[in-house]
């Protein structure tokens, strides 16, 4: 991996040093330099769970992913920079149940406290979250918290009618890049999966998000949501581009 040129494509010139400073200015960094897509699984394109092939697709080619690709990639990088960095396995909420384990990955980093960062769960928390920190944690663009039961902890989010939504369940257990490997084929694959039924393509903003799903443009600026339908491949394409940098091949 060229680092130099990671952090040129999250526009990062900051300090390196590896401590909750720098790793919450590289995770706000990324949230807003790399999109949450999945453009490649309609284009027919597999997903294989390798970094080079992150490295390829998000950095030389300034595309996005999802999960498996963001946070393994984030990972590797926070691994060159001297971080400790361990791969956790989520289950991702599905009509109030937790699904399967290895649905999601998400990250674990170990300094003088515990943090859980995530840059591959579409619009959710732009800076990491202490672990062991059972109060709200609130954000410029939300308010989330981390709570514990025995080994399960569960990640939730605070809806825009003030409840708490529990947006996934995970535990402490160290695993592989490998062993999301079953669960990724599964999104590529499945009718069941959300990946398959939808293109999207989602970036947070300084104000707010874009996202594109399917053919509908949504873009959030300050509070304010504005929709409109796209009419044709050529604005699909032009959309793309202006507004995530994404040119597919």
Not at 112 to 139: K, T
Not at 187 to 199: A, C, D, V
Not at 222 to 234: D, F
């Amino acid at each position: 991996m060229n680092v130099e040129a990671y952090l040129q494509r999250i526009d990062y010139h900051r300090d390196r040093t590896p401590n909750a400073e720098t790793l919450r200015n590289l995770h706000h960094a990324h949230m807003l330099a790399v999109p949450f897509e999945n453009l490649d699984i309609h284009q027919g394109r597999p997903i294989l769970l390798a970094e080079n092939l992150f490295y390829e697709k998000i950095v030389l080619r300034r595309r996005g992913g999802f999960c498996y690709e963001a946070n393994g990639l984030f990972a590797a990088l926070l691994h060159e920079l001297g971080f400790n960095v361990t791969l956790l396995s989520a289950r991702v909420m599905d009509d109030g149940s937790p699904g399967p384990e290895f649905d999601h990955l998400t990250l674990l980093m170990q300094l003088e406290e515990r943090w859980l960062a995530d840059v591959g769960f579409g619009d959710s928390f732009r800076e990491p979250l202490r672990l062991d920190d059972p109060s709200a944690q609130l954000q410029n663009h939300g308010a989330y918290r981390l709570t514990r039961d025995d080994e399960q902890w569960t990640l939730l989010a605070r809806s825009s009618d003030n409840e708490w939504k529990p947006q996934y369940v995970f535990t402490l257990r160290p695993h592989q890049l490998a062993d999301f490997a079953g669960r990724c084929h599964y999104h590529q694959t499945s009718p069941e999966s959300h990946f398959t039924r939808k293109r999207v393509c989602s970036l947070a903003t300084p104000a707010g998000r874009v996202t594109l799903s399917d053919m509908r443009l949504i873009i959030t600026k300050s509070g304010e949501r504005q929709e409109r339908m796209l009419a044709s491949k050529e604005e699909y394409a032009n959309a793309l581009r202006e507004y995530f940098g994404v040119k597919l091949d």
